[in-house]
């Protein structure tokens, strides 16, 4: 971190860049102009009095630039909770973060600015972008318990998550702590950073480790109103409940969501309850009640056609052995509505699962266009279902070396789940 002499010094040579003026017409009666180019570089750390006659010099009043600087700061802020939020920025709030370099003087202040600008480029889903600016700026990092670190980390988190690298996020806080680089920032940004943790270790199938994050954010938000997020916490604390097969927990968590869903209007929108009843759909798919499911994912298509839960739905339908309602559906939206690849294989894999006849190569050429992706993406719980599926399929067909190989596929799915989950 840059000691606030070494601030004044950039300071100094900022406004004479901006007047254009040489060294030579600043120093004169004051100092020498290498002198002052040592001062103005942080090299040495000159008597007050010096930084003084310079800033006279210079037109600069310190108590004023400090106060605009402040004030300029101030502004950041209220924008990086409106970005924590998701709430939407005002035209002139995006100008305001878009001409960081010209508002700021102070170093330090253009690179908290600097961060606050990446999280809007990672809300806007320009990733490159924000990525490299995060990558520009790492090196000036001092990581202590200041708010230039905890912006970084906190950032960095989300951009992790923008890149689907949620290994890499779960392992960076295992491994470094970086939470407690955090403790001085509000409850709400702490709050946000361990959700994204959670998320993160969720997505890597360490479940524990998820739902002891999730636990510190609730703590964080326990006086904080902030309904949007809460609701987050509980769909997000319902899905890891359920993943631990702790299905009672799980629907408590969705259900109180469901409540607070119902009682605040400001964050009532149909996508909310969509997601929300898809969760609970889900819920009831993992326990085998697939009829509570299949009315449940058609709540969540009721409020909002989300294509998530219709492939769920699909699924859920061929569990039930509903071919009926499966077949609608599949009418209903065909392979050119979806564009996820993981939605566009299954619903592949269950239009082919209708057929009433199979052949080895057609279900060799979906296994080999579908697995491998559901490998690479660590899907593991979407081999656990249709590598069995594919494998009765080979069997029917006296194809037991296929079979064999779909069955140790899921058997590989299992081991890696159990292999993190234990982490």
């Not at 008597?47 to 003084?52: D, G, K, R, T």
């Not at 170093?107 to 990733?127: T, V």
């Not at 790492?138 to 923008?162: C, G, K, Q, V």
């Not at 979407?382 to 194809?399: I, Q, S």
Request: hydrophobic share 40%; charged share 20%.
């Amino acid at each position: 971190m840059e000691t606030l002499e070494q601030q004044w010094g950039k300071l100094i040579k900022y406004t004479r860049q901006q007047k254009k003026l040489k060294q030579d017409d600043v120093a004169f009666g004051i100092c020498t102009p290498s002198y002052l180019s040592r001062i103005e570089n942080g090299i040495v750390i000159a008597e007050y009095a010096l930084y003084e006659q310079l800033f006279n010099r210079l037109s600069i009043s310190l108590t004023e630039t400090m106060q605009q600087e402040q004030h300029f700061l101030q502004a950041y802020e209220v924008i990086y909770e409106k970005l924590l939020s998701n709430d939407s920025l005002s035209d002139e709030e995006i100008k305001l973060l878009q001409a960081y370099e010209q508002t700021f003087q102070l170093f330090d202040h253009q690179l908290i600015a600097k961060l606050i600008y990446c999280r809007y480029l990672l809300s806007i889903k320009q990733d490159i972008m924000a990525r490299s600016l995060l990558n520009e700026l790492e090196p000036f990092i001092p990581y202590n318990t200041d708010r230039m670190t905890s912006l970084y980390i906190a950032i960095t988190a989300f951009a992790h998550l923008s890149f689907l690298e949620f290994q890499q996020l779960a392992d960076r806080e295992h491994n470094n702590f970086n939470a407690q680089l955090l403790i001085r920032a509000s409850d709400f940004e702490q709050a946000n950073y361990h959700y994204h943790v959670a998320f993160a270790n969720h997505r890597s199938y360490q479940f524990q480790k998820a739902l002891d994050h999730i636990e510190l954010a609730t703590n964080h938000i326990r006086h904080i109103f902030k309904p949007l997020f809460q609701l987050k916490l509980y769909s997000m604390k319902g899905v890891i409940f359920n993943d631990l097969n702790r299905f009672t927990e799980a629907l408590n968590e969705y259900n109180a969501g469901l409540n607070l869903l119902n009682h605040v209007t400001s964050i009532q929108t149909p996508m909310q309850f969509s997601s929300i009843y898809n969760n609970i759909a889900y819920c009831y798919e993992c326990q085998k009640d697939f009829e509570k499911a299949c009315n449940h994912y058609a709540l969540a298509q009721h409020y909002e056609h989300d294509l998530h839960s219709v492939i769920n739905w699909m699924r859920t339908c061929y569990q039930l052995q509903d071919f009926t309602e499966l077949n609608q559906l599949l009418n209903k939206y065909d392979k050119a509505q979806f564009s996820v690849p993981h939605h566009l294989h299954q619903r592949a894999l269950l239009a082919y699962a209708c057929e009433k006849e199979y052949s080895i190569s057609d279900l060799k050429q979906l296994e080999e266009q579908a697995f491998p992706h559901f490998e690479q993406q660590q899907y593991f719980a979407l081999t656990l279902f249709y590598a069995p599926l594919w494998a009765g399929f080979y069997e029917k067909l006296h194809a037991y070396k296929q079979a064999s190989n779909c069955y140790q596929l899921a058997l590989q799915a299992s081991e890696k789940i159990r292999e993190r989950m234990s982490r």
